[in-house]
């Protein structure tokens, strides 16, 4: 039997390809969309930082509602009454959304620990790999659409809450005050949520790319918590000495925004240098280990 060839059916592409250059973002939203499908773990995961968000929502307006002082006896001028009780007002809210702010945290890292533990670990184990490397693809490209995936889900559980919670300030302080008077802190507090987001992003991905499944990734990375947590703090206490507790995650981050705020609890002695350090380190140990591993996947290994 001789072999055949139907020409007409193998035509020629006389087209052009079109570029998109923004590869990362592209890779960052198939991620999105995947996370998506998945009603159930979005529902565990962001009701508690929902409602906690809500209640600061509503004790915000109750604050700026608050009736004003019988002010028509007295020395003192109205205005001047009326400015001070303004800037009390502000301080409060200022302090109700600080609070939101650290108790949202946790669930940051438990969101993020969901959605991204999977997005390299996954990738790894069904050889995707091989598929993304081969369209052709950059690791930066692929790192950084893997982190802008992660990086997404961090920002809906704790930037999304602030910006909400700073939105009804604005609208319930008189004569927007509280977006013309605190602005700087409204940025501040974005800034920081956004150094969490990354930095813990970063420290998903790792693991990811050194765990074969999500569920170890997942396990890896709360296990790292939990060593680091509890252990800096009981090496703190056995050798009487606050330099361990830099080994923490969390303990570096109220220490920068005790700096960043503008108050102190006294129990974080060390310099804010010494907690840059300390991250400074963790990200690079992170971005290291996610260099060699994108490197062995493009490889094939």
């Not at 390809?17 to 590869?23: G, H, I, V, W």
């Not at 600080?98 to 969901?114: C, D, E, P, T």
């Not at 890896?220 to 050798?239: D, V, W």
């Not at 129990?267 to 060699?292: D, H, K, M, N, Y």
Request: aromatic share 12%.
């Amino acid at each position: 039997m001789k072999a055949a060839t139907h020409t007409e059916v193998y035509r020629p592409f006389r087209g052009e390809l079109k570029t998109f250059p923004l590869r990362a973002l592209t890779l960052a939203w198939s991620g999105v969309r995947i996370g998506f499908r998945k009603k159930l773990p979005a529902l565990l995961l962001f009701v508690i930082p929902a409602i906690a968000t809500i209640v600061t929502c509503f004790l915000v307006q109750i604050t700026f509602e608050a009736q004003n002082p019988d002010i028509t006896q007295g020395t003192i001028p109205q205005a001047k009454i009326l400015g001070a009780l303004l800037q009390e007002q502000l301080g409060k809210v200022e302090i109700q959304v600080l609070a939101l702010l650290r108790q949202i945290k946790a669930f940051v890292v438990l969101a993020m620990g969901w959605y991204g533990s999977g997005l390299i670990a996954e990738d790894r184990r069904l050889r995707a790999n091989l598929l993304y490397f081969a369209r052709p693809l950059t690791r930066w490209t692929y790192f950084l659409g893997k982190l802008g995936t992660v990086c997404f889900w961090g920002f809906c559980a704790v930037g999304i809450p602030i910006l909400m919670v700073s939105s009804v300030a604005s609208f319930a302080s008189p004569n927007w005050s509280f977006l013309l008077e605190r602005w700087p802190v409204i940025v501040k507090m974005e800034a920081y949520a956004m150094m969490w987001v990354l930095l813990h992003g970063l420290l998903v991905l790792a693991i990811s790319s050194v765990c074969e499944r999500r569920n170890q990734a997942l396990a890896g990375l709360f296990g790292f918590y939990i060593l680091t947590s509890i252990g800096s703090t009981a090496m703190s206490r056995i050798f009487d000495g606050s330099a361990w507790r830099l080994v923490s995650i969390p303990e570096n981050f109220e220490r920068i925004s005790e700096s960043m705020f503008g108050f102190s609890s006294g129990t974080r002695p060390w310099s804010l240098e010494a907690s840059l350090w300390a991250l400074g380190i963790i990200v690079f140990v992170c971005v290291a280990i996610l260099q060699v591993q994108t490197r062995k996947m493009e490889s094939g290994r």
